[in-house]
């Protein structure tokens, strides 16, 4: 029952930290891209350091998106397992006697 809960805390723990990291990762990435390519271009006012920093995030995106999804995923499915299987849920753990 015990390696049951753990699979399942680890599926659940996989996808959550999936989603975080691999949302977060674009968008940092994009982010900074963008903030680079607006300053180089010396924007001069909202909308033209806009578009110049959504092009380039939107290219940093299809770019590094297929490298980003497979790190994400790795790295969760690593780090999930290690957790659920350390017992550092307090359900994982096996129960003394």
Known sequence: MLILIRLI??????????VILYIGSLAIGGGIAG???ATKDNATDFN???????EIGA?????????????????SLVGSTALSFGGVPS???????
């Open 48 to 54: 033209s350091g806009y578009k110049a920093g959504y």
């Open 35 to 37: 903030a680079m390519v």
């Open 9 to 18: 805390t680890t599926l659940i723990l996989t996808v959550a930290l999936f």
């Open 91 to 97: 359900w994982c753990r096996r129960k003394s006697d």
């Open 59 to 75: 290219a940093f995106g299809k770019k590094y998106g297929g490298i980003i999804f497979l790190a994400s995923a790795g790295i």
